[in-house]
């Protein structure tokens, strides 16, 4: 696959600047209640293009699992049939007018992912069966090479699928033992009894694989590349923990006996309980860590570049037991840390990665990155607030190798930053919040008016290589367009972008920014 990175690893050739938008598929407006890979993704990258810009950055694309997280996927390798837009199949001929008529009236500013998915649900399987049953010769062809080149995964991801629809959603621990335990006899009765349900989650994921595609293929002809999401950890309730737990830290039942999180920080005054099974990474490391190589090898397939989550983690993570409440108690524990990334490297070759250094940053965290010449990333929320490392984030420390963020999904937005209450659940006090208005006040000569664009323009023009803003805050908006709290376990992951906000005017004023700094 082209690569947009140099020898050293670097997000673009030294000479280059570029920037780009933060902008999850989910949040495209749309009349189906979500948004999908079709028209209105072909025209958000129009106006990416327009703008002067050259990234798209999303979050993981999975099929999403507990609090429609992203970062709790179902399969670590399956994309999001959510994402799958349904005029694009009325197009190729697998669903009818009629079927698209009977939508309801969904609420046009969020996602209402209940709604959306019962609805969605069954007309994806009725797309499945028309498909079945009229689909032409070279389509037919294309879903079969699409299942060999994906047997790796596919047929234990429709099945953890199917299986989980059966069981009214229950998590698979819960599931009848034979099952659970992946018991041959049972598992060869489940793939006859469910035969028609596993053939319309491996056309869901066909569906989806070519629908990212044109949009993929639509990206480059405008010159557009795309940033994905790989997160350090999977789900519990995943195809993955269900069929390989001796990769993980279970218990006989299945259950997690400790569990990933981070301690005390900025966003939490508990720390953050994730909840994902952490890897027994001596397990791993006995398969030649095959299961790493092939998942970042997928996204690769997907993606120009790809921001690895919680990059510290593979230097040393935070263990919590899994009967804690919170992270506040845990330990730091050795990750596999280079031998990892060389075994990677070795496969794969060079890695186009952008490593999410935040949070605990040792210098042990740093060597790691440097080694591997990965771009880290400075966020300009962070630069004015009493932790040791603020002062890492002001723009006059930044460095060529960054990625320069306004602010990321799980911030607030620049605006919610600026005149929000502040506190919240995290460790700052009304007084530290004082202080880091103020501060920020200073350090860019800001009045306080249109707080989004002075961030905008301080990203844009430091010495970063690329520059990244949430679309929230190239429009303006407040705390309501928040992505994600990640205190809160529910609520988050729901914002959408609303028709007609990237106007002509938006347009000019980005682009008008983006040749200023050298980044067009």
Not at 96 to 105: F, K, Q, V
Request: include cysteine; charge should be neutral.
């Amino acid at each position: 696959m082209p690569s947009a990175t140099s020898s050293s690893g670097s997000l673009a050739p030294a000479a280059e600047r570029v920037s780009g938008v933060l902008l999850h598929p989910t949040s495209l407006p749309g009349r189906f209640g979500i948004g999908s890979l079709g028209d209105e993704a072909l025209r958000f990258a129009d106006f990416l293009a327009s703008a002067g810009q050259r990234l798209w950055q999303v979050l993981p694309l999975v099929p999403t699992g507990y609090g429609d997280s992203p970062y709790q996927g179902l399969g670590a390798f399956a994309g999001n049939p959510l994402l799958v837009d349904p005029e694009e199949l009325r197009r190729d001929g697998m669903l009818d007018a009629s079927d698209l008529e009977a939508a309801p009236a969904f609420e046009e500013g969020a996602v209402d992912y209940a709604a959306v998915i019962a609805w969605k649900g069954a007309l994806l399987r009725r797309a499945s069966a028309r498909f079945h049953a009229r689909a032409a010769a070279g389509d037919r062809l294309s879903l079969e090479a699409f299942s060999e080149r994906h047997a790796s995964w596919l047929g234990d991801f429709a099945l953890f699928q199917a299986l989980k629809e059966r069981h009214g959603g229950l998590a698979w621990p819960r599931w009848p033992a034979p099952l659970a335990r992946r018991d041959g006899e049972a598992l060869r009765k489940a793939r006859a009894e469910l035969a028609d349900e596993i053939r319309a989650q491996i056309f869901c994921q066909w569906a989806f694989f070519r629908q990212w595609a044109r949009l993929r293929e639509h990206c480059r002809s405008r010159g557009i590349r795309l940033m994905g999401d790989l997160p350090i950890y999977v789900a519990h309730d995943s195809a993955e923990v269900w069929a390989r737990p001796e990769l993980y830290h279970l218990d006989a039942r299945g259950e997690p006996t400790v569990v990933a999180g981070v301690p005390p920080d900025y966003f939490s005054a508990t720390g953050q309980r994730w909840g994902n099974p952490l890897y027994r990474w001596e397990a791993l490391r006995e398969t030649g860590y095959a299961f790493w190589i092939e998942r970042t090898r997928s996204a690769l397939e997907l993606f120009d570049l790809v921001r690895l989550d919680h990059f510290r983690g593979f230097e040393a993570y935070w263990e919590v037991e899994a009967g804690e409440p919170s992270a506040v108690r845990g330990r730091w524990v050795p990750g596999p840390g280079a031998e990892l990334f060389d075994a990677l490297q070795a496969a794969l070759g060079t890695l186009p990665i952008v490593a999410e250094n935040l949070g605990v940053i040792t210098p042990e965290v740093e060597t790691l990155r440097r080694r591997y010449g990965f771009p880290g990333m400075a966020i300009l929320q962070f630069a004015f607030g009493n932790d040791p490392q603020a002062p890492t984030f002001l723009p006059h420390n930044y460095s060529r190798d960054l990625v320069a963020y306004t602010g990321t999904h799980d911030n607030d937005t620049v605006l919610g930053w600026w005149t929000g209450e502040g506190p919240g659940v995290s460790t700052r006090t009304r007084e530290d919040v004082r202080r880091e208005r103020d501060r920020a006040r200073r350090y860019l000569a800001a009045g306080g008016e249109e707080m989004n664009w002075v961030f905008i323009r301080a990203v844009l023009a430091s010495v970063a290589g690329t520059a990244v803003f949430p679309l929230q805050d190239l429009l303006g908006l407040g705390s309501e367009a928040r992505m994600n709290r990640p205190s809160l376990p529910t609520g988050n992951w729901r914002w959408r972008l609303r028709p007609g906000l990237l106007d002509a005017r938006l347009t000019a004023r980005l682009a008008d920014l983006t040749v200023l700094y050298g980044r067009a």
